[in-house]
């Protein structure tokens, strides 16, 4: 595991000198809805990336149905081998991209439209609060990449798509 002083996303709850500003909405709490209007599960939490310091990722803790789906999660190339790992008891959270999601302030949702339930079905989970490690990332990054229309870069530049500025976040 990366040793907790290299890590680079941090929990948003464990930084105590960082908040949502008053005036943007905090999502944690709010149900993720997928691209074919169905519950995937309730944002637990934000990542955020202190070096740039941006929220990049929201952490959601996946609804059961994801989970009765038992589907095997997705594994990219054949060179990589096909499903190298199994969701476990336990690991029933999932990071999604923020630019990936819309919010849906009135009615207090995040809505995922280029994503579906299949997709979020078979994508590698995680346990609550573990550690979020580069190879986790690309993992999931690769699941939702077999979805129609959507592309992500080969490089770091991941962090270049939509994310909350700190100005939003930083209390000081």
């Known amino acids: 595991m990366k ?3 290299n890590k680079n996303l941090y929990y948003l709850d464990e930084l105590s000198d960082y908040k949502v500003k008053s005036d943007d909405p905090d999502v944690r709490g709010w149900e993720v809805i997928d691209k074919d209007r169905r519950k995937v599960g309730k944002v637990d939490n934000l990542l ?3 070096s740039t310091e941006k929220v990049v990722y929201l952490d959601v803790e996946v609804d059961s149905s994801i989970i009765e789906a038992n589907h095997k999660p997705y594994s990219g190339s054949a060179s990589k081998g ?3 790992f199994l969701n476990k008891d336990g690991e029933n959270h999932i990071i999604i991209p923020i630019g ?3 919010l849906d302030a009135d009615n207090k949702r995040v809505l995922t439209n280029e994503i579906t339930h299949q997709t979020f079905a078979e994508t590698k989970r995680k346990e ?3 550690l979020v490690e580069r190879n986790y990332e690309v993992v999931v990054l690769e699941s ?8 992500y870069p080969e490089d770091d530049s991941l962090y270049d798509r939509k994310e909350y500025d700190t ?3 930083r209390t000081s």
Do not use: I, P, S, W
């Open 82 to 84: 096909v499903h190298e």
């Open 167 to 169: 100005k939003n976040f």
């Open 144 to 151: 939702y990449n077999r979805d129609e229309n959507m592309t």
């Open 48 to 50: 955020v990336n202190k």
């Open 3 to 5: 040793d907790q002083k």
């Open 100 to 102: 990936l999601v819309n």
């Open 128 to 130: 609550r609060g573990a």
